[in-house]
């Protein structure tokens, strides 16, 4: 009876009504983390206040009733799809079970609860990884699912795009203005720097840094240096969040990115140069590669009107200097 209520007031077509006043409530999913903490920094610089912040310890996102109670509470306008368990190459590598496992749940649960509430629009993040392994470059939203997937990414790519395919269901099915963004690599403070799990650009943040304070000479980079990846900067990414919550009604994907990529050479050699580290650098083959390029075509987010703003040099000296006061010391 409840579902049939909510199918038929759903129903209603919602695209183009988004007016985001500022003490609209926006839940974002994930707050703590890199892109939630972003996210939270620039609706909070744009005046809204209305932003209801849970961590996991007191809301656990993979639990299905407590995230059906929190949405029937908290009823909020808006919802960032921001929370999910993520890593680089190595975790999700090793990890393939809770990669798939922990996201299916996490995104199920907060997008079925959203649609239940009645949420008037939802954000869901993806990722540049649902794209196949060979895509043409630079990657169009029409690339997904016309290739096989990196296999070391696979399992959270796939929760991704299952991620993207609910969000196109609540759309098809109940009418509800629930957007999907793909986001290129990303980078910033609250970045995760743990070598194990961390991205790329983090993890060779600290490696040069650490290496730099204790005079070592070599600093060990994975793989061949060859592949190539495109930096966003994580407040970029939260800027194209906010302006496609205004502006973006449509359920197809739209993916978010800066336009340039770099191999992973010369990315290692820009961090040594903006952290001051003058040793050498030395590969470590027995690492994998991963994809061989991954540059997102931006022309669809381009032509709505947005641009990327944070050079990556600038970006990168600005995440260094986060990762000085908040985890070197
Ligand atoms: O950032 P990253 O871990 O993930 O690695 P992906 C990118 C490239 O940097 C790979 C190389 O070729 C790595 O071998 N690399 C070099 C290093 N040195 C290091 C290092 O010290 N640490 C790490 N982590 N990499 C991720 C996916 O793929 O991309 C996720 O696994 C997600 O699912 C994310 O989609 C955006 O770019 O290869």
């Not at 009733?65 to 808006?78: D, L, M, N, S, T």
């Amino acid at each position: 009876m409840i579902a049939q209520r909510r199918k038929k007031e759903n129903a209603k077509p919602r695209l183009g009504q988004i007016i985001m006043n500022k003490g609209e409530k926006i839940f974002v999913a994930g707050y703590r983390g890199l892109v939630g903490s972003a996210l939270i920094r620039r609706l909070e610089r744009e005046g809204f206040h209305n932003l209801p912040k849970c961590d996991r310890s007191q809301l656990d996102l993979s639990d299905e009733q407590a995230v059906h109670g929190f949405f029937a509470q908290e009823k909020p306008a808006i919802v960032i799809v921001a929370a999910a368990k993520v890593g680089g190459i190595k975790a999700n590598n090793d990890f393939p079970v809770e990669f798939l496992l922990d996201n299916l749940r996490i995104q199920n649960n907060v997008i079925h609860a959203a649609h239940e509430a009645g949420v008037r629009k939802l954000l869901f993040l993806g990722s540049s990884c649902i794209y196949p392994k060979f895509a043409p470059q630079p990657i169009p939203e029409t690339a997904l699912l016309t290739g096989s997937l990196e296999p070391t990414n696979e399992a959270y790519a796939i929760a991704k795009i299952a991620g993207i395919k609910l969000c196109q269901a609540y759309a098809r099915e109940y009418g509800a203005n629930f957007i999907s963004a793909m986001p290129t690599n990303l980078y910033g403070p609250n970045d995760n720097f743990d070598l194990n799990t961390s991205h790329v650009l983090a993890a060779l943040l600290r490696k040069a840094h650490e290496a730099k304070m204790g005079k070592v000479r070599e600093l060990i980079v994975w793989g061949s240096g060859n592949p190539r990846r495109e930096f966003l900067h994580v407040d970029d990414l939260a800027s194209a969040c906010l302006f496609l919550l205004e502006r973006y009604d449509s359920p197809e994907i739209i993916n978010i990115g800066c336009g340039e990529d770099v191999s992973i050479r010369e990315l290692a050699e820009l961090i040594c140069d903006v952290v001051g580290f003058e040793g050498n650098l030395a590969w470590d083959t027995t690492k994998p590669d991963g994809t061989p390029r991954k540059l997102l075509d931006i022309t669809k987010l381009r032509n709505l009107g947005w641009q990327p703003t944070i050079p990556l040099r600038e970006g990168i000296a600005q995440t260094y200097d986060w990762f000085l006061k908040n985890v070197a010391r």
